[in-house]
């Protein structure tokens, strides 16, 4: 698998990178707030510009495993977060997504709506049998939102990824395309 085709939702296109996108991608990697669960940054320029064009040269790999897409707002094209898409295991159908949105756009359902759009499209598009996402124990606004739409909680990891210095706590969270397809407000 290459290039995908961009997702849409209401409000957002979450689609694939572009070198045009390093200045609004900049805004959010190197802020503090956004990056303070991840294992790496804030990020100088060069950071940012060296992630990006590796990340574009994800595009071109052949039997592509790992999709890092810009989540921008329609009709604006301002680039407001990224949003991951990665085959952990093509046998067994399974994908681990992730996101991070510009702390300027939190708390307005940008985050549901980058996540339905990753469940629609590996679930509805991609015939993915399960999706599951990890995030930092203390991050309580992903905790919310993944539990808001529907995954469950599976694991509790302790201590078991170091982020700025310091071993974390990570939850599992998860769902199988048919508690996806079986939630009303999925159908149709």
């Known amino acids: 698998m290459t290039g995908i085709t961009a997702v ?3 409000r957002l296109i979450l689609r694939e990178l572009d070198e045009d996108d390093f200045e609004d991608i900049h805004e959010f990697k190197s802020d503090p707030q956004v990056v303070k669960y991840l294992t790496w940054g804030p990020n100088s320029r060069e950071q ?18 790992l999709h890092v897409l810009a ?5 604006t094209k301002k680039v407001i977060g990224n949003a991951l898409f990665m085959v952990r295991d093509q046998d067994f159908k399974t994908v681990e997504i992730g996101y991070f949105i510009n702390s300027n756009y939190w708390k307005q359902g940008y985050g549901i709506e980058i996540v339905k759009g990753l469940l629609d499209f590996g679930f509805n598009t991609m015939d993915v049998h399960r999706i599951y996402a990890v995030c930092d124990a203390e991050n309580t606004g992903s ?4 539990s808001k739409i529907g995954f469950r909680q599976e694991g ?7 982020i700025k210095g310091q071993w974390r706590d990570h939850y599992l969270f998860a769902m199988l395309s048919k508690e996806f397809i079986n939630k009303p407000e999925n159908e149709g």
């Open 156 to 162: 509790h990891f302790m201590k078991n990824l170091k």
């Open 143 to 146: 905790i919310k939102l993944l």
């Open 8 to 10: 849409e939702t209401k």
């Open 48 to 65: 940012t510009l060296q992630s990006l064009r590796k990340q574009i040269a994800f595009q071109n790999e052949e039997n592509r495993k």
């Open 71 to 75: 989540v921008e707002i329609k009709g």
